[in-house]
């Protein structure tokens, strides 16, 4: 299958300062990517849609202005959480597909355990 | 909107038995996909399995097969041959449509421990 890669897998910052997490399609062009959030045990909740070239779609309750989104290439998407704190502490996970009307699969990168201190 | 129900949050089977994990779903969409998601500890999602609502026939990967009632609106995922390895969540998922950009709705995800 495609591959969807995720940087960094880890990472710990400080209350305030930014953080940016990146999502790559390895082997394919993807016209549409996937941010979500998952809390420990409990389900993926999609953030917002991101489409090449175009402004990101958030899903309701989400802040644009705190999570944002740029998907400026075919192969890349990036997640930037500014002015970050604790309780944005969370695991984030980038999805992928590649073209429209032709695969249906959602391709996942291993994700981003994000830890605000 | 769509919603997606799993009523399990935590099964366990015996090595090399059979279990079956339940899922419903909520829709008025005619034209949609199914989905089953493995999340292992490493928390990689991995498909398992997916169906097309407008096929009869219920999908099958090696081990794994669903019970697709469409007029149910459910959705099982049936795991043979328990393996070790098949420790992990999972997750049902709802696409409607054949649009990529259409987005994933999940259920809350089971919980299931295989045991040795």
């Known amino acids: 299958g495609a591959v969807v890669s995720q940087h960094p897998s880890w990472v710990i910052c400080k209350s305030g300062t930014s953080v940016k997490i990146e999502c790559r399609s390895l082997d394919f062009q993807a016209t549409t990517m996937f941010w979500y959030r998952q809390f420990p045990k409990q389900s993926l909740m999609l953030m917002a849609t991101?489409?090449?070239?175009?402004?990101?779609?958030?899903e309701q309750g989400v802040e644009k202005d705190k999570f944002l989104i740029n998907h400026a290439s075919l192969t890349l998407s990036t997640l930037t959480v500014t002015s970050a704190h604790p309780e944005d502490s969370s695991f984030y996970i980038c999805s992928a597909r590649q073209g429209e009307f032709v695969n249906t699969e959602a391709f996942f990168g291993q994700g981003t355990r994000l830890t605000v201190v | 909107a769509q919603t997606v129900t799993q009523s399990q949050p935590e099964m366990s089977v015996q090595e090399a038995e059979t279990v079956t994990l339940s899922c419903t779903y909520d829709?008025?969409?005619?034209?949609?996909?199914l989905f089953w998601y493995k999340q292992p500890p490493s928390r990689q999602m991995i498909l398992v399995i997916r169906q097309e609502a407008y096929k009869q026939q219920n999908a099958t990967e090696n081990r794994f097969s669903v019970n697709f009632q469409k007029a149910a609106k459910s959705f099982s995922l049936k795991i043979s041959d328990s393996q070790l390895g098949d420790t992990a969540m999972y997750f049902c998922?709802?696409?409607?449509?054949?649009?990529?950009?259409?987005?994933?709705?999940f259920g809350g995800g089971t919980r299931l421990m295989v045991k040795p």
């Open positions: 998922a709802f696409k409607r449509g054949r649009n990529a950009g259409n987005m994933l709705t």
């Open positions: 991101s489409n090449e070239g175009s402004k990101a779609t958030y």
């Open positions: 829709t008025s969409e005619s034209n949609y996909y």
